[in-house]
T-cell receptor
Framework: GAVVSQHPSWVICKSGTSVKIECRSLDFQATTMFWYRQFPKQSLMLMATSNEGSKATYEQGVEKDKFLINHASLTLSTLTVTSAHPEDSSFYIC??????????????FGPGTRLTVT | GQNIDQPTEMTATEGAIVQINCTYQTSGFNGLFWYQQHAGEAPTFLSYNVLDGLEEKGRFSSFLSRSKGYSYLLLKELQMKDSASYLCAVRDRRVVTFGTGTKLQVIP
């Protein structure tokens, strides 16, 4: 149980285009989803927290107009990187937490999406 | 905010025991996690401590001292597949913040 999927697993796009990344909780309802970014050899940096049906809370320094987050249902959250630039190339990971999980404090991570902007 | 410190790298021998330390400073402490992350993959959950003491789970154990802002992850009977980064993460009232991770290399 507690499986989180992400799609796509990797994507290459041209500078200036937008990319959408999906995060799905497959066997539980995710009341809260988190989006992280991880640059090579660095730790996970929290970008934003989203609760189903409400606006995402962005961390300091993260542009909400550039990284659009939609948590429209209890099983799906999307991150759209708008007008992507090479410096946005990174490993984007989502995680989900649900009150129905045996361990409600745990966050279950998706497999990640590697974005390369050329 | 939170400040989390871990050693950057460690090397240990297959079959041995290794202890990875983590110190933290935070307001509103609400638990400490350890995650394992293989290169290019997402982290996987290892342990969660919210009270002082030692939690044992198979070959892995995690210890917490809230008064000292200190935790360690103990790995016993090391296997080659344990080569990975180990992330210490601290939860406050709002979010979980990750340390930079300790890259463990297990050698024969």
């Amino acid at each position: 149980g507690a499986v989180v999927s992400q799609h796509p697993s990797w994507v290459i796009c041209k500078s200036g285009t937008s990319v959408k990344i999906e995060c799905r909780s497959l066997d539980f309802q995710a009341t809260t989803m988190f989006w992280y970014r991880q640059f090579p050899k660095q730790s996970l940096m929290l970008m934003a927290t989203s609760n189903e049906g409400s606006k995402a809370t962005y961390e300091q320094g993260v542009e909400k107009d550039k990284f659009l987050i939609n948590h429209a249902s209890l099983t799906l959250s999307t991150l759209t990187v708008t007008s992507a630039h090479p410096e946005d190339s990174s490993f984007y990971i989502c995680s989900a937490r649900g009150t129905h999980l045996k361990s409600s404090y745990e966050q279950y991570f998706g497999p990640g999406t590697r974005l390369t902007v050329t | 905010g939170q400040n989390i410190d871990q050693p950057t790298e460690m090397t240990a021998t297959e079959g041995a025991i290794v202890q990875i330390n983590c110190t933290y400073q935070t307001s509103g402490f609400n638990g400490l996690f350890w995650y394992q992350q293989h290169a290019g993959e997402a982290p996987t959950f290892l342990s969660y401590n919210v009270l002082d003491g030692l939690e044992e789970k198979g070959r892995f154990s995690s210890f917490l001292s809230r008064s000292k802002g200190y935790s360690y992850l103990l790995l016993k009977e090391l296997q080659m597949k344990d080569s990975a980064s180990y992330l210490c993460a601290v939860r406050d009232r709002r979010v979980v913040t990750f340390g930079t991770g300790t890259k463990l290399q297990v050698i024969p």
